[in-house]
Every structure is written in C-alpha cells, then in structure tokens.
C-alpha cells in the first residue's frame, strides 16, 4: 500500500469514528474548549460538528518519525496541549472530536538523530464546509536547545 491509499484510509476511518461518536449522544463540544472563536462569538461551535485532524510528521529529508509527540493546541495559546498523541510507525497522526469554529495548531517534536526537532502546522479552522482536514507532512525543522542537566 503505497502513502497516499494508507493516508486516505487513515482518513476514512478517521471520518467513520468521528461519525459514529456524533451519533452515539456523547454531546460536549469536541477537544477545543469552549472560549469563542477569535470573533468573539462565545456560542460554542455554532451547531457544527466535531471533525478530525490527520497528518504525517518527516525529517528534514521527507522520511516518516516515528513516536513523534503532536499536540493540538489553540492559536491563542501555543503552550496548553488541548489533546496529544503520537505517530505510529510510519510517521502518522490523527485527532478526532476536534470542534470546529476555533483557530488551532499541531505542534510535533521529536528526538531525531539525537537532535531534538520540532515542526508545526500553522495555524488553520475545521468549518462547517471543511469538518475534517488532511495536514499533509509536518517537517521537523526547528532545532530546540539542549535541556538543562538535571540537579
């Protein structure tokens, strides 16, 4: 199976879980709490459904990371992780019950190489006419500082 057909599939399945838990009376607002849009709408997700979020995290060279770390986080606040997983073996990552209507990211980090990298999405919003979203690569680009030795 060749990336693209495992992407779409993630996909699809990715699509038929978040269908399943809209119809099975969960309610709740998704993974994004609800503090209104950056229009300050504080009504929830305005009756839109929950979606789902799918990607793929690389090196630098375009390879798959495998137990690469992704976070979804709000646009407003890059440092509280609203949901995190992490890739499977051939480098990819899926968020459902992602609640449209909010400005979000994925931030991905991982230890490459013995380098410890990090790569985002950029920010971007599900909507009612675009529930779900394939994010396509995240490329591990940025190089983070050494941590500090432990005491």
């Avoid at 609800?34 to 979020?53: C, E, K």
């Avoid at 490459?112 to 985002?120: E, F, I």
């Amino acid at each position: 199976m060749n990336m693209q057909t495992r992407r779409v599939a993630v996909l699809i399945v990715c699509l038929a879980v978040a269908v399943a838990v809209g119809f099975s009376g969960c309610g709740g607002g998704g993974l994004v709490p609800d503090y209104g849009d950056n229009n300050n709408n504080n009504n929830g997700n305005g009756g839109l459904a929950d979606g789902t979020i799918v990607g793929v995290v690389v090196n630098a060279s375009g390879a798959p990371v495998a137990s690469a770390t992704c976070q979804l986080v709000a646009a407003s606040d890059l440092t509280t992780p609203l949901a995190t997983t992490t890739t499977n073996a051939v480098g990819e990552f899926s968020f459902a019950s992602v609640a449209a209507n909010r400005d979000v990211q994925v931030i991905a980090q991982a230890v490459v190489s013995g380098r410890s990298l990090r790569g985002s999405s950029g920010t971007f919003r599900l909507t009612a006419t675009e529930p779900s979203l394939n994010l396509g690569n995240i490329t591990l680009n940025t190089e983070l500082p050494p941590s500090p030795p432990s005491l």
